[in-house]
Protein backbone atom coordinates (compact mmCIF):
# COMPACT_ATOMS: atom_id res chain seq x y z
CA UNK A 1 0.00 0.00 0.00
CA UNK A 2 2.88 2.05 1.16
CA UNK A 3 4.13 2.21 -2.75
CA UNK A 4 0.63 3.94 -3.76
CA UNK A 5 0.54 6.53 -1.14
CA UNK A 6 1.98 9.31 -3.99
CA UNK A 7 -1.61 8.62 -5.60
CA UNK A 8 -3.30 10.16 -2.64
CA UNK A 9 -4.44 13.12 -1.91
CA UNK A 10 -3.10 15.68 1.09
CA UNK A 11 -6.06 15.45 3.04
CA UNK A 12 -5.98 11.32 2.99
CA UNK A 13 -2.25 11.58 3.54
CA UNK A 14 -2.24 14.14 6.41
CA UNK A 15 -5.36 12.22 8.17
CA UNK A 16 -3.36 8.76 7.75
CA UNK A 17 -0.31 10.22 9.27
CA UNK A 18 -2.12 11.66 12.13
CA UNK A 19 -4.17 8.61 13.04
CA UNK A 20 -0.59 6.42 12.57
CA UNK A 21 -2.04 4.32 9.77
CA UNK A 22 1.15 5.85 7.50
CA UNK A 23 4.18 7.50 7.81
CA UNK A 24 5.35 10.39 6.75
CA UNK A 25 8.61 8.67 5.58
CA UNK A 26 6.85 6.38 3.26
CA UNK A 27 4.27 9.31 2.26
CA UNK A 28 7.46 11.06 1.15
CA UNK A 29 9.75 8.49 -0.23
CA UNK A 30 6.41 7.09 -2.13
CA UNK A 31 6.61 10.47 -3.60
CA UNK A 32 10.19 10.58 -4.23
CA UNK A 33 10.18 7.62 -6.02
CA UNK A 34 7.37 9.03 -8.29
CA UNK A 35 9.32 11.99 -8.98
CA UNK A 36 12.39 10.31 -10.12
CA UNK A 37 9.83 7.76 -12.47
CA UNK A 38 8.52 10.41 -14.37
CA UNK A 39 10.51 14.26 -13.74
CA UNK A 40 13.24 13.13 -16.21
CA UNK A 41 10.24 12.96 -18.76
CA UNK A 42 8.50 16.11 -17.55
CA UNK A 43 11.27 18.27 -16.07
CA UNK A 44 8.44 20.30 -14.05
CA UNK A 45 10.85 19.49 -10.40
CA UNK A 46 13.90 21.43 -11.30
CA UNK A 47 15.61 21.83 -7.91
CA UNK A 48 14.75 18.79 -6.24
CA UNK A 49 15.14 18.33 -2.26
CA UNK A 50 15.17 14.69 -1.43
CA UNK A 51 17.86 14.77 1.51
CA UNK A 52 15.67 17.82 2.76
CA UNK A 53 12.93 16.10 2.30
CA UNK A 54 13.49 12.94 3.83
CA UNK A 55 14.77 15.26 7.21
CA UNK A 56 11.46 17.12 7.39
CA UNK A 57 9.66 13.46 6.97
CA UNK A 58 11.68 11.78 10.09
CA UNK A 59 11.51 15.33 11.98
CA UNK A 60 7.40 15.30 11.29
CA UNK A 61 7.37 11.54 12.44
CA UNK A 62 9.12 12.33 15.91
CA UNK A 63 6.88 15.27 15.89
CA UNK A 64 3.63 13.32 15.41
CA UNK A 65 4.89 10.95 18.53
CA UNK A 66 5.66 13.27 21.42
CA UNK A 67 3.06 16.32 20.80
CA UNK A 68 0.72 15.88 17.90
CA UNK A 69 0.14 17.22 14.17
CA UNK A 70 2.02 20.60 14.02
CA UNK A 71 -0.76 21.80 11.06
CA UNK A 72 -3.17 20.68 8.59
CA UNK A 73 -0.74 19.40 6.25
CA UNK A 74 1.36 17.28 8.59
CA UNK A 75 4.06 15.45 7.09
CA UNK A 76 2.41 15.69 3.49
CA UNK A 77 4.89 15.97 0.66
CA UNK A 78 4.75 19.15 -1.22
CA UNK A 79 6.23 21.16 -4.15
CA UNK A 80 6.66 24.85 -4.45
CA UNK A 81 7.87 27.68 -7.23
CA UNK A 82 11.15 28.49 -7.84
CA UNK A 83 10.75 32.12 -7.33
CA UNK A 84 9.68 32.08 -3.74
CA UNK A 85 12.84 32.31 -0.87
CA UNK A 86 13.87 28.55 -0.04
CA UNK A 87 16.81 29.50 2.64
CA UNK A 88 20.05 28.36 1.16
CA UNK A 89 18.93 27.68 -2.35
CA UNK A 90 18.81 30.03 -5.91
CA UNK A 91 15.71 31.66 -5.92
CA UNK A 92 16.08 31.82 -9.84
CA UNK A 93 12.94 32.95 -10.97
CA UNK A 94 13.60 31.14 -14.01
CA UNK A 95 16.58 34.04 -14.98
CA UNK A 96 20.93 32.86 -16.22
CA UNK A 97 21.73 35.99 -13.99
CA UNK A 98 19.82 35.25 -11.22
CA UNK A 99 21.52 31.61 -10.61
CA UNK A 100 22.95 32.18 -7.69
CA UNK A 101 20.78 34.36 -6.02
CA UNK A 102 20.86 32.56 -2.96
CA UNK A 103 17.88 33.42 -0.01
CA UNK A 104 19.45 33.94 3.26
CA UNK A 105 16.04 32.50 4.63
CA UNK A 106 12.35 31.48 4.08
CA UNK A 107 10.01 33.47 1.98
CA UNK A 108 6.76 33.56 3.49
CA UNK A 109 4.90 30.43 1.19
CA UNK A 110 8.05 28.37 2.61
CA UNK A 111 7.74 29.29 6.06
CA UNK A 112 3.82 28.73 6.04
CA UNK A 113 4.23 25.18 4.29
CA UNK A 114 6.63 24.10 6.77
CA UNK A 115 4.53 25.46 10.31
CA UNK A 116 1.44 23.79 8.63
CA UNK A 117 3.79 20.20 8.79
CA UNK A 118 4.35 20.39 5.06
CA UNK A 119 7.30 18.21 3.30
CA UNK A 120 8.68 20.11 0.63
CA UNK A 121 9.95 17.75 -2.29
CA UNK A 122 11.36 20.06 -4.44
CA UNK A 123 10.95 23.35 -6.29
CA UNK A 124 9.14 23.73 -9.72
CA UNK A 125 9.46 25.15 -12.69
CA UNK A 126 8.38 28.68 -14.17
CA UNK A 127 9.32 30.70 -17.30
CA UNK A 128 11.71 33.30 -17.28
CA UNK A 129 11.26 36.29 -14.83
CA UNK A 130 7.52 34.12 -14.85
CA UNK A 131 6.06 36.11 -16.93
CA UNK A 132 4.69 33.68 -19.68
CA UNK A 133 1.83 31.49 -19.98
CA UNK A 134 4.14 28.83 -21.64
CA UNK A 135 7.16 27.27 -18.79
CA UNK A 136 10.49 26.98 -20.12
CA UNK A 137 13.71 28.99 -19.83
CA UNK A 138 17.41 28.89 -20.80
CA UNK A 139 18.49 28.04 -16.93
CA UNK A 140 15.93 25.10 -16.37
CA UNK A 141 14.75 23.81 -19.69
CA UNK A 142 11.07 23.19 -20.70
CA UNK A 143 8.59 21.83 -18.84
CA UNK A 144 6.23 19.28 -20.66
CA UNK A 145 2.37 18.58 -19.84
CA UNK A 146 1.94 15.53 -18.61
CA UNK A 147 -1.23 15.19 -20.80
CA UNK A 148 0.71 15.81 -24.11
CA UNK A 149 4.08 16.82 -24.87
CA UNK A 150 2.95 19.15 -27.22
CA UNK A 151 0.68 21.49 -24.95
CA UNK A 152 1.57 23.91 -23.04
CA UNK A 153 1.72 22.86 -19.17
CA UNK A 154 0.20 26.37 -18.45
CA UNK A 155 2.08 29.35 -16.91
CA UNK A 156 4.07 30.56 -14.95
CA UNK A 157 3.12 27.84 -12.44
CA UNK A 158 3.53 25.18 -15.19
CA UNK A 159 5.91 23.58 -13.26
CA UNK A 160 3.43 23.06 -10.20
CA UNK A 161 0.82 22.09 -12.78
CA UNK A 162 2.46 19.29 -14.72
CA UNK A 163 4.12 18.19 -11.10
CA UNK A 164 0.96 17.83 -9.79
CA UNK A 165 -1.38 16.38 -12.06
CA UNK A 166 1.53 14.03 -12.69
CA UNK A 167 1.36 13.05 -8.80
CA UNK A 168 4.80 14.79 -7.60
CA UNK A 169 3.34 15.85 -4.46
CA UNK A 170 -0.36 16.06 -3.40
CA UNK A 171 -0.55 20.65 -3.48
CA UNK A 172 1.56 22.46 -6.02
CA UNK A 173 2.24 25.81 -4.94
CA UNK A 174 1.95 28.61 -7.55
CA UNK A 175 1.91 32.54 -8.05
CA UNK A 176 -0.66 34.40 -10.52
CA UNK A 177 -0.60 37.84 -11.71
CA UNK A 178 -2.54 36.94 -14.56
CA UNK A 179 -3.78 33.70 -14.59
CA UNK A 180 -0.50 31.55 -13.79
CA UNK A 181 -2.49 29.30 -11.02
CA UNK A 182 -5.30 28.88 -12.71
CA UNK A 183 -4.44 28.57 -16.56
CA UNK A 184 -1.34 25.60 -15.34
CA UNK A 185 -4.73 24.08 -13.64
CA UNK A 186 -6.94 24.20 -16.39
CA UNK A 187 -4.36 22.95 -18.98
CA UNK A 188 -2.99 19.62 -16.87
CA UNK A 189 -6.46 18.87 -16.13
CA UNK A 190 -6.87 19.94 -12.27
CA UNK A 191 -7.74 22.44 -9.64
CA UNK A 192 -5.95 26.24 -8.97
CA UNK A 193 -7.18 28.56 -6.65
CA UNK A 194 -6.38 32.26 -6.86
CA UNK A 195 -7.47 33.64 -3.54
CA UNK A 196 -8.51 37.11 -2.85
CA UNK A 197 -5.35 39.58 -3.26
CA UNK A 198 -3.78 40.04 0.16
CA UNK A 199 -5.34 36.70 1.61
CA UNK A 200 -2.13 34.86 1.19
CA UNK A 201 0.95 35.73 2.69
CA UNK A 202 4.24 36.49 -0.55
CA UNK A 203 7.34 38.13 0.77
CA UNK A 204 10.38 36.77 -1.04
CA UNK A 205 13.00 38.78 1.11
CA UNK A 206 16.23 38.28 -1.57
CA UNK A 207 13.34 40.04 -4.10
CA UNK A 208 13.41 43.77 -4.11
CA UNK A 209 10.53 44.66 -3.31
CA UNK A 210 7.49 44.95 -6.58
CA UNK A 211 5.85 48.31 -8.25
CA UNK A 212 2.25 48.93 -6.88
CA UNK A 213 0.18 47.14 -9.84
CA UNK A 214 2.47 43.79 -9.51
CA UNK A 215 2.10 44.56 -5.43
CA UNK A 216 -1.71 44.57 -5.79
CA UNK A 217 -2.45 41.89 -8.77
CA UNK A 218 -0.26 39.28 -7.75
CA UNK A 219 -0.98 36.60 -5.26
CA UNK A 220 0.05 33.09 -3.86
CA UNK A 221 -2.26 30.01 -5.15
CA UNK A 222 -2.67 26.35 -4.63
CA UNK A 223 -2.75 23.82 -7.32
CA UNK A 224 -4.30 20.09 -6.45
CA UNK A 225 -6.45 17.72 -7.66
CA UNK A 226 -9.12 17.91 -4.77
CA UNK A 227 -10.87 21.13 -3.76
CA UNK A 228 -10.15 19.85 0.15
CA UNK A 229 -6.59 19.78 -1.13
CA UNK A 230 -6.93 23.41 -2.31
CA UNK A 231 -8.59 23.76 0.79
CA UNK A 232 -6.09 22.75 3.13
CA UNK A 233 -3.17 24.05 0.47
CA UNK A 234 -4.60 27.97 1.22
CA UNK A 235 -5.24 27.24 4.69
CA UNK A 236 -1.59 26.30 4.81
CA UNK A 237 -0.51 29.64 3.07
CA UNK A 238 -2.70 32.11 4.83
CA UNK A 239 -0.36 31.87 7.86
CA UNK A 240 0.30 35.55 9.18
CA UNK A 241 3.80 36.62 8.02
CA UNK A 242 4.65 40.41 9.04
CA UNK A 243 6.99 40.95 5.96
CA UNK A 244 3.74 41.09 4.28
CA UNK A 245 2.07 44.87 4.30
CA UNK A 246 -0.82 43.73 1.86
CA UNK A 247 -2.02 40.20 4.25
CA UNK A 248 -5.46 40.77 5.95
CA UNK A 249 -6.71 38.14 8.13
CA UNK A 250 -8.15 35.05 6.48
CA UNK A 251 -10.58 34.62 9.24
CA UNK A 252 -12.86 31.71 8.36
CA UNK A 253 -12.38 31.83 4.35
CA UNK A 254 -10.81 28.79 4.17
CA UNK A 255 -12.13 26.60 7.36
CA UNK A 256 -14.61 23.09 6.40
CA UNK A 257 -16.69 23.56 3.35
CA UNK A 258 -20.45 24.01 3.45
CA UNK A 259 -23.30 23.95 0.63
CA UNK A 260 -24.65 27.28 -0.30
CA UNK A 261 -26.02 27.27 -3.59
CA UNK A 262 -27.01 30.76 -4.81
CA UNK A 263 -27.24 32.99 -7.96
CA UNK A 264 -24.80 32.15 -10.66
CA UNK A 265 -24.46 34.07 -13.82
CA UNK A 266 -23.36 31.79 -16.31
CA UNK A 267 -21.27 32.98 -19.66
CA UNK A 268 -20.61 30.13 -22.12
CA UNK A 269 -20.54 32.14 -25.27
CA UNK A 270 -19.23 35.77 -26.02
CA UNK A 271 -18.82 38.20 -28.23
CA UNK A 272 -15.60 39.53 -27.32
CA UNK A 273 -13.15 36.48 -28.17
CA UNK A 274 -13.56 33.64 -30.93
CA UNK A 275 -15.21 30.52 -28.46
CA UNK A 276 -14.19 26.74 -28.46
CA UNK A 277 -17.07 24.91 -29.12
CA UNK A 278 -15.52 22.27 -26.26
CA UNK A 279 -15.20 25.06 -23.87
CA UNK A 280 -18.45 26.31 -23.95
CA UNK A 281 -19.78 22.32 -23.52
CA UNK A 282 -17.53 22.15 -20.51
CA UNK A 283 -19.47 25.49 -19.06
CA UNK A 284 -22.87 24.45 -19.57
CA UNK A 285 -22.14 20.81 -18.19
CA UNK A 286 -21.24 22.70 -14.89
CA UNK A 287 -23.68 24.49 -15.00
CA UNK A 288 -26.16 21.98 -15.03
CA UNK A 289 -24.29 19.64 -12.54
CA UNK A 290 -24.69 22.99 -9.94
CA UNK A 291 -28.53 23.43 -11.07
CA UNK A 292 -29.51 20.34 -10.51
CA UNK A 293 -27.44 20.78 -6.96
CA UNK A 294 -29.70 23.98 -5.63
CA UNK A 295 -27.56 26.37 -7.68
CA UNK A 296 -29.75 29.21 -9.60
CA UNK A 297 -28.28 29.01 -12.95
CA UNK A 298 -28.90 32.16 -15.25
CA UNK A 299 -27.55 33.30 -18.31
CA UNK A 300 -26.23 36.39 -17.55
CA UNK A 301 -23.48 38.48 -19.29
CA UNK A 302 -21.09 40.26 -16.78
CA UNK A 303 -19.31 43.03 -16.88
CA UNK A 304 -16.88 42.75 -20.00
CA UNK A 305 -13.83 40.33 -19.32
CA UNK A 306 -12.33 42.63 -22.84
CA UNK A 307 -12.15 46.05 -20.72
CA UNK A 308 -10.52 44.11 -17.56
CA UNK A 309 -8.03 42.57 -20.13
CA UNK A 310 -7.42 46.01 -22.04
CA UNK A 311 -6.92 47.81 -18.69
CA UNK A 312 -4.51 44.85 -17.16
CA UNK A 313 -2.18 45.14 -20.41
CA UNK A 314 -2.47 48.74 -20.19
CA UNK A 315 -1.76 49.38 -16.59
CA UNK A 316 0.65 46.66 -16.18
CA UNK A 317 2.49 46.92 -18.94
CA UNK A 318 3.15 50.70 -18.31
CA UNK A 319 4.31 50.01 -15.36
CA UNK A 320 6.78 47.42 -16.64
CA UNK A 321 7.81 50.07 -19.12
CA UNK A 322 8.99 51.82 -16.08
CA UNK A 323 10.92 48.62 -14.44
CA UNK A 324 10.76 45.28 -14.97
CA UNK A 325 11.05 45.43 -18.67
CA UNK A 326 14.13 46.75 -18.82
CA UNK A 327 15.78 43.83 -16.42
CA UNK A 328 14.05 41.68 -18.89
CA UNK A 329 15.43 42.92 -21.32
CA UNK A 330 19.27 42.97 -20.02
CA UNK A 331 18.85 39.43 -18.79
CA UNK A 332 15.93 37.37 -20.51
CA UNK A 333 15.96 34.82 -22.80
CA UNK A 334 14.76 35.39 -26.57
CA UNK A 335 11.60 33.58 -25.71
CA UNK A 336 10.78 35.70 -22.61
CA UNK A 337 11.85 38.59 -24.89
CA UNK A 338 9.29 37.91 -27.87
CA UNK A 339 6.94 37.23 -25.32
CA UNK A 340 6.75 40.40 -23.34
CA UNK A 341 6.79 42.16 -27.42
CA UNK A 342 3.50 40.53 -28.05
CA UNK A 343 2.16 41.52 -23.98
CA UNK A 344 2.72 45.46 -25.48
CA UNK A 345 1.75 44.70 -28.76
CA UNK A 346 -0.66 47.90 -29.19
CA UNK A 347 -0.64 48.83 -25.50
CA UNK A 348 -0.81 53.24 -25.86
CA UNK A 349 2.27 54.33 -23.87
CA UNK A 350 1.38 56.48 -20.45
CA UNK A 351 4.34 58.99 -20.99
CA UNK A 352 3.71 60.97 -17.94
CA UNK A 353 2.69 60.93 -14.17
CA UNK A 354 -0.60 62.44 -14.28
CA UNK A 355 -1.76 59.99 -17.03
CA UNK A 356 -0.96 56.94 -15.23
CA UNK A 357 -2.14 58.28 -11.97
CA UNK A 358 -5.62 58.49 -14.03
CA UNK A 359 -4.97 55.61 -15.51
CA UNK A 360 -4.45 54.02 -12.10
CA UNK A 361 -7.65 55.31 -11.09
CA UNK A 362 -9.71 53.81 -13.18
CA UNK A 363 -9.37 50.81 -11.32
CA UNK A 364 -11.67 51.99 -8.49
CA UNK A 365 -15.11 52.23 -11.21
CA UNK A 366 -14.06 48.41 -12.57
CA UNK A 367 -14.13 47.17 -9.17
CA UNK A 368 -17.13 48.88 -8.10
CA UNK A 369 -18.94 47.14 -11.12
CA UNK A 370 -18.50 44.21 -10.47
CA UNK A 371 -18.98 44.28 -7.13
CA UNK A 372 -22.53 45.47 -7.87
CA UNK A 373 -22.76 42.44 -10.11
CA UNK A 374 -21.34 40.14 -7.94
CA UNK A 375 -24.68 41.21 -5.16
CA UNK A 376 -26.79 39.91 -7.90
CA UNK A 377 -25.29 36.92 -8.81
CA UNK A 378 -22.29 35.89 -6.24
CA UNK A 379 -20.76 33.49 -8.62
CA UNK A 380 -19.49 33.90 -12.23
CA UNK A 381 -19.22 30.38 -14.37
CA UNK A 382 -17.41 31.21 -17.37
CA UNK A 383 -14.37 29.93 -19.20
CA UNK A 384 -10.73 29.72 -17.90
CA UNK A 385 -9.86 30.72 -21.32
CA UNK A 386 -12.15 30.97 -24.69
CA UNK A 387 -9.68 28.27 -26.28
CA UNK A 388 -8.37 24.72 -25.06
CA UNK A 389 -5.21 23.98 -23.89
CA UNK A 390 -2.48 26.29 -26.27
CA UNK A 391 0.40 24.34 -28.31
CA UNK A 392 3.47 25.26 -26.54
CA UNK A 393 5.30 28.23 -27.19
CA UNK A 394 2.60 29.70 -29.50
CA UNK A 395 3.35 33.06 -27.85
CA UNK A 396 6.84 33.17 -29.76
CA UNK A 397 5.31 31.45 -32.51
CA UNK A 398 5.32 33.11 -36.52
CA UNK A 399 1.16 32.70 -36.05
CA UNK A 400 1.48 34.84 -32.42
CA UNK A 401 -2.03 37.19 -32.64
CA UNK A 402 -1.82 39.75 -29.60
CA UNK A 403 -5.70 40.39 -30.81
CA UNK A 404 -6.41 36.17 -29.91
CA UNK A 405 -4.23 35.50 -27.39
CA UNK A 406 -5.25 37.82 -25.42
CA UNK A 407 -9.06 37.98 -25.92
CA UNK A 408 -9.03 34.05 -25.31
CA UNK A 409 -7.35 34.57 -22.54
CA UNK A 410 -9.53 37.78 -20.78
CA UNK A 411 -11.38 35.66 -18.27
CA UNK A 412 -8.13 34.63 -16.58
CA UNK A 413 -5.77 37.83 -17.17
CA UNK A 414 -8.27 40.72 -16.79
CA UNK A 415 -9.57 39.81 -13.13
CA UNK A 416 -6.50 40.35 -11.30
CA UNK A 417 -5.97 43.79 -11.81
CA UNK A 418 -9.33 44.42 -9.34
CA UNK A 419 -8.00 41.69 -6.66
CA UNK A 420 -11.25 39.41 -7.54
CA UNK A 421 -10.70 35.09 -6.63
CA UNK A 422 -10.87 32.51 -8.84
CA UNK A 423 -10.76 28.72 -9.10
CA UNK A 424 -10.07 26.76 -12.24
CA UNK A 425 -12.30 23.08 -11.92
CA UNK A 426 -11.36 20.42 -14.68
CA UNK A 427 -15.20 19.61 -15.68
CA UNK A 428 -14.23 17.85 -19.19
CA UNK A 429 -10.92 17.11 -18.81
CA UNK A 430 -9.64 13.92 -19.91
CA UNK A 431 -6.03 11.99 -20.06
CA UNK A 432 -4.78 13.33 -23.18
CA UNK A 433 -7.86 16.41 -23.52
CA UNK A 434 -7.27 18.37 -20.10
CA UNK A 435 -10.55 20.88 -20.31
CA UNK A 436 -12.36 23.44 -17.25
CA UNK A 437 -14.08 25.94 -16.27
CA UNK A 438 -13.20 28.96 -14.34
CA UNK A 439 -15.83 30.25 -11.14
CA UNK A 440 -14.95 33.75 -10.45
CA UNK A 441 -16.81 35.67 -6.97
CA UNK A 442 -16.31 38.99 -5.52
CA UNK A 443 -13.33 39.96 -2.94
CA UNK A 444 -13.25 37.84 0.22
CA UNK A 445 -15.57 35.42 -0.86
CA UNK A 446 -13.48 32.78 -1.62
CA UNK A 447 -15.17 29.64 0.40
CA UNK A 448 -18.50 30.25 -2.36
CA UNK A 449 -15.92 29.17 -5.22
CA UNK A 450 -14.49 26.11 -3.03
CA UNK A 451 -18.08 25.07 -1.75
CA UNK A 452 -19.33 25.31 -5.78
CA UNK A 453 -16.24 23.85 -6.79
CA UNK A 454 -17.21 21.03 -4.44
CA UNK A 455 -19.94 20.63 -5.80
CA UNK A 456 -18.82 20.16 -9.57
CA UNK A 457 -15.88 17.65 -8.06
CA UNK A 458 -18.75 14.79 -6.88
CA UNK A 459 -20.34 15.03 -10.23
CA UNK A 460 -17.25 14.85 -12.25
CA UNK A 461 -15.37 12.33 -9.72
CA UNK A 462 -11.88 11.93 -8.29
CA UNK A 463 -9.20 13.55 -10.42
CA UNK A 464 -6.34 10.72 -10.34
CA UNK A 465 -2.73 11.64 -10.82
CA UNK A 466 -1.73 11.30 -14.75
CA UNK A 467 1.51 8.52 -16.46
CA UNK A 468 3.08 11.08 -19.11
CA UNK A 469 1.25 10.12 -22.21
CA UNK A 470 2.81 9.84 -25.63
CA UNK A 471 6.86 10.34 -24.08
Request: glycine share 10%.
Amino acid sequence: MTTDLWKWTAADLAAGIAAGRITSVEATESALARMAQVNPALNAVVDPLEEQAMEAARAADATLRTSGPSGPLHGVPVTVKINVDYGGRATTNGVVAQKDNIAASDGSVVQNMKAAGAVILGRTNTPCYSMRAFTNNDLHGATYNPHDKTLTPGGSSGGAGSATAAGIGAIGHGNDIGGSVRYPAFACGIYGLRPTSGLLAATSPSVPHRMIVSQMASVQGPLARSIEDIRLGALALSGHDPRDIWQVPAGDIFGPLGHAPCKVAMLAETDEAPVDPEVSAAIRQAGAILADAGYTVEEVTPPSFAELMDYWRLILGNEMRAGLQGLMMDNGDWKMKKSIDLLLEGVPELDSRDAFLKALTKRSALLVEWQMFFQKFPLVLTATTWAKPMIDDYDVSDDADAAWFYGICAPLSGTPIIGLPGLSVPVGSAPGKPMGVQLLCDRFQDKRLLEAGAVLERAIGAIDPIDPIGF
